[in-house]
């Protein structure tokens, strides 16, 4: 059973044909009427991201849409830069903060993407699914939650206390509290018994692991665009094997190491993609909630349901396991099309209200 991820615009839902696209380029936004010829992103990214996520192909795609893609010089000021129409950034520190902040204050013209004080919000696994749990999502297509999840600051002595008082089943998921990027932010455990908690290092979350047939849907989202790919996760765990196993399991980066579950041949019931609709509502109300225009959910289904969903993990744009990673990996090859659009749309918004 060969089932495809899916392209999902919360409006104006046709994809444009595939003859199009090969052809001429099409662009559904006029050339921007702006200061210049082109519409100016200025961009602070890691070595290493400029590498993976500006490759000459959408350079070559945005320049011949109007768009121009330029360097922040981080030795100079932001200010003095430019002009630019969108700041597209993923630096970290206080000190970028700050400059992103202040320049934002005083270029309220500028689309900063995205805002630095709602990207930190992502960075503690705290209050990154705080505002799914708030949303309490259900409609007659499916209800959106969050695992049963503690957190737990310090003293790992005080874990299994803690998780029995809190009513979380075992076995638990382990993650780190911070999730900054790093490669051990994104390392998980499973601890199986009560005794073994004790073997975690605290600060961290502790979610209450949901069988979900072993696959996540991975939810990307670009302004008003959502791409759904299947990846494998972590196996079912059964009644018996919780009276066998014990000890904690350490994991590494289970959503970007595992393999692609587009094209395996699994139960339709785990297959199934969550419901366009609900993806619609839940991507549109968590870009208001969070202030974001580019993020990824990680979302499972309850295994033996059909229309019971988690999120477990928000991610922003533009890490390796988002974006540029679909696109390094074949994954996404309308990517270099749907982010240029997207940004046109930005800068037509900045002319219409310029306009009013």
Not at 11 to 31: A, L, T
Not at 105 to 120: G, K, N, S, Y
Request: net charge positive; aromatic share 8%; glycine share 6%.
């Amino acid at each position: 059973m060969g089932l495809q991820g899916q392209i999902i615009p919360y409006k104006n839902g046709e994809k444009e044909d595939n003859d199009e696209r090969e052809g001429k380029e099409i662009s559904p936004f006029p050339p921007p009427p702006l200061h210049s010829k082109f519409a100016v992103v200025g961009y602070a990214l890691t070595s290493k991201k400029i590498k993976s996520f500006l490759k000459p192909k959408l350079e070559g795609l945005a320049r011949n849409k109007g768009i121009l893609f330029v360097a922040i010089d981080q030795n100079r000021p932001l200010s003095d830069q430019g002009p630019f129409d969108i700041v597209l950034h993923k630096l970290t520190g206080k000190e970028w903060r700050q400059i992103l902040e202040d320049y934002r204050r005083t270029h309220p013209e500028v689309t900063v993407l995205d805002p630095p004080d709602a990207i930190q919000h992502l960075h503690n696994r705290q209050s990154m699914l705080q505002c799914v749990a708030d949303m309490n999502l259900s409609n007659s297509y499916g209800k959106v939650g969050i695992p049963k999840q503690l957190v737990i600051k310090k003293d790992a002595s005080s874990i299994p206390g803690a998780v029995a008082k809190a009513g979380l089943m075992l076995p638990v998921v382990a993650k780190p509290l911070v999730a900054d990027g790093s490669a051990k932010s994104h390392e998980l455990s499973l601890a199986y018994d009560q005794q073994s908690l004790q073997k975690l290092e605290p600060p961290l979350v502790l979610q209450e692991f949901v069988n979900h047939g072993g696959v996540m849907f991975k939810v990307y989202i670009v302004g008003e665009t959502i791409k759904v790919v299947r990846r494998f996760s972590l196996p079912d765990v059964c009644k018996r094997e919780l009276s066998n196993i014990v000890g904690v399991f350490r994991f590494p980066r289970v959503s970007c190491a595992a393999a692609s579950a587009d094209n395996a041949d699994l139960d339709p019931g785990v297959a199934e993609l969550p419901p366009r609709p609900l993806l619609e509502k839940l991507a549109k109300e968590l870009c208001c909630l969070l202030g974001l225009r580019l993020f990824n959910l990680d979302i499972i289904r309850e295994h033996g349901t059909r229309d019971r969903f988690y999120v477990i993990d928000i991610n922003y744009f533009p890490g390796k396991s988002t974006f540029s990673f679909l696109f390094c990996y074949g994954k996404m090859p309308e990517y270099e099309h749907i982010f240029t659009d997207f940004l046109l749309s930005l800068v037509q918004n900045q002319y219409k209200k310029k306009s009013t």
